[in-house]
């Protein structure tokens, strides 16, 4: 016992430091509890086959996934549309609807999300960043405690108690004191909280329709969008843009074909969708057929070229603007971005013409700059710095970006990728994905950690995210914390060292009140959680409440419960969580804007648990 605690309180020590990463301290703190031969093999690993390991990792690709499909780009448009350039009305939408978000994916995927929307709203109400963003983290904390599966805190404590053969919170039953907490967190930072935070100059953060505008300025590119139509007797038909040339020879470049077959559904075409295949970065070899409608850019030469040669119809797009863009030319599959030919490029000196070019790179080439100046023509010699702008499938100019030495990709395509803000087809799947998910928790037969891990495979079959982007989106961080961290608790019990400190604490608060207990274990955790992982906190907490809950004849609920809400109140520190520290170049933060905006939020989190945890779960033994 002894040693245990002696390497309980080294991990402490370096957490609190953060000198050395938390996930080796994790690490370490295993391996020596392996050598010391407090733990054998199979407990020292015992955290790696541990279902809410399992259930976190499927958590994070659920999360991403719903990211990715544009769910929660289209929930900040609408947070911007709802709060009608009211700074006050953006403010609450913010902190409700990243609460909604993050009950059902993870804190630090929402807030990576909602962050750079929010901050362009912001600009727009000419309003700092520095007001909405600490909200944001707090209320993606709070959103933690409206489900199970909100944050892997109330993970770990309903696992403690599997464990302990008692049976766990149910998926919703967290929603009994978190929609207390959000409604007070909402009033707090709508009337108190805001007037402490600085009114500092953000750091401007790459937005979706900022960088449609930056394209407009730089390529000119609203001078020739056309909607063209493939007439019945069209000589086009049957043929494919391979054998046309309709890029290499005329110019013309074909951004979308919208098959004559689709046909509207009453569901679907509330969303804006056609059923049907939209060809949003059509195939070289994809045949035109009768009545096709496709949309090109080319300028008005051209586009006569084509209406002479193959007699089609074509009608100029009056209203070129971001939401024709994002509608028309980006998709969650497709996007646009600006490539630098790199001093060493093999592109260097290449003749290459508007439309597609190379073997190599599938992208379409719709304009070039040089020296900041549109380049006009079809055909252009490629030179050191020459900038072009492509069109590509987002997973090819993510390739491009981290494989290629010949170009220099501007900008964050895996970032803006997600901010198309559509209900797509993918959009529906991972809504329906996650309805399946919530079902099963609440009804299914299944367990946790099954039922996250055929949501995941839901989302994965049906495009929603593909394996690379699955593995991309687990935070490994926080797996190898709790996997490290699992065997801590493993020798807390196996030594008796959980059942000594919970003597102790009874020792002290035995003969006192529970209320007196309840408030030192909401005291403890939530002190260990501004300054470690919360998730360790929890993980080292957990075994000690439900020990001395059970030696002083109360029921465990409220306790565990108390330890939940606990541990996630790290508003203190920029450190105390992931999306605190996101955060804070983003807004100017310094170490004390923390300390101001949070300590009374920490305080109204206190009161409030202690007064009604105890109301909802009772301190009796059921």
């Known amino acids: 016992m002894t040693t245990t605690f002696i390497i309980l309180a080294i991990t402490i020590i370096l957490f609190v430091s953060g000198k050395i990463r938390p996930d080796i301290v994790a690490l370490t703190s295993m391996m020596a509890l392996s050598m010391t031969e407090i733990l054998t093999v199979k407990e020292t690993f015992s955290g790696f086959s541990n279902s809410s390991i399992i259930l976190i990792a499927g958590l994070f690709i659920v999360g991403e996934a719903m990211s990715r499909a544009g769910l929660t780009s289209w929930l900040g448009n609408k947070i911007i549309t709802l709060s009608k350039n009211d700074s006050n009305k953006l403010l609450v939408l913010i902190i409700i609807g990243s609460a909604i978000l993050s009950a059902f994916m993870s804190n630090t995927g929402t807030v990576a999300s909602l962050m750079p929307v929010i901050i362009a709203a912001s600009w727009r109400l000419k309003t700092s960043a520095s007001k909405m963003l600490i909200p944001l983290s707090f209320a993606a904390a709070t959103g933690g405690l409206l489900t199970l599966t909100g944050t892997p805190t109330n993970i770990v404590t309903n696992q403690a108690m599997i464990e302990a053969e008692i049976a766990e919170f149910g998926f919703f039953e967290f929603a009994y004191i978190g929609i207390p907490l ?42 020739g969008f056309w909607r063209v139509r493939i007439r019945p007797n069209s000589t086009a038909i049957g043929k494919t843009i391979k054998q046309m040339k309709l890029g290499s020879t005329m110019g013309v470049n074909i951004i979308k074909i919208i098959p004559h077959e689709n046909k509207t559904t009453s569901i679907l075409k509330k969303v804006g969708l056609k059923k049907g295949d939209l060809d949003e970065f059509p195939d070289l070899d994809r045949e035109f057929h009768a009545e096709d409608e496709l949309i090109v850019n080319c300028s008005e030469n051209r586009i006569n070229r084509f209406i002479d040669k193959y007699n089609v119809a074509a009608t100029k797009q009056e209203e070129v603007d971001g939401d024709f863009i994002k509608d028309n030319v980006l998709s969650d599959e497709v996007g646009i971005c600006e490539m630098i030919v790199a001093p060493k490029s093999s592109y260097k000196g290449r003749h290459i013409n508007t439309g597609r070019f190379g ?38 100019i993510k390739a491009i970006q981290e494989e290629s030495r010949d170009f220099l990709i501007v900008g964050s395509p895996e970032e803006l990728s997600k901010e198309v ?46 394996m690379n982007q699955s593995y991309r989106a687990i935070n490994w961080n926080v797996i190898i914390i709790m996997a490290g961290m699992i065997p801590m608790g493993v020798a807390l019990q196996k030594t008796g060292g959980a059942k000594y400190i919970a003597d ?20 403890i955790t939530s002190f260990l959680s501004q300054v470690m992982s919360n998730t360790a906190t929890a993980i080292l907490m957990a075994p000690i409440v439900l020990v001395a809950s059970l030696q002083l004849g109360y029921s465990p609920y409220p306790f565990m419960m108390a330890l939940a809400v606990s541990a996630s109140t790290a508003f203190l520190t920029p450190f105390g969580t992931p999306t605190n520290t996101m955060i804070m170049n983003a807004g100017n933060y310094k170490f004390m804007d923390y300390m101001k905006s949070g300590s009374l939020l920490l305080l109204i989190f206190f009161i409030v648990s202690i007064i009604l945890i105890p109301l909802i779960w009772p301190y009796n033994v059921a």
């Open 421 to 466: 803000g559509k209900i797509t087809r993918k959009g529906i799947i991972s809504i329906l994905a996650m309805v399946f998910m919530v079902s099963m928790f609440i009804w299914g037969p299944y367990s946790s950690s099954i039922t996250v891990m055929l949501t995941a495979f839901i989302m994965i079959a049906g495009g929603c995210i593909n």
């Open 359 to 396: 073997d190599k790179y599938n992208v379409q080439v719709m304009a070039l700059n040089r020296h900041n100046k549109r380049i006009r023509g079809r055909e252009f010699d490629l030179k050191e710095g020459d900038s072009i702008l492509v069109r590509a499938k987002w997973e090819d």
């Open 182 to 223: 959000l409604i007070l967190t909402v009033i707090y930072m709508r009337y108190f909280g805001t007037k402490l935070l600085p009114n500092n100059e953000s750091r401007r953060m790459e937005d979706i329709d900022e960088s449609i505008q930056n394209i407009e300025d730089s390529y000119q590119l609203y001078e």
């Open 504 to 523: 102790s604490m009874i020792t002290i608060l035995g003969d006192m009140h529970p209320t007196y207990f309840l408030a030192g274990i909401f005291l």
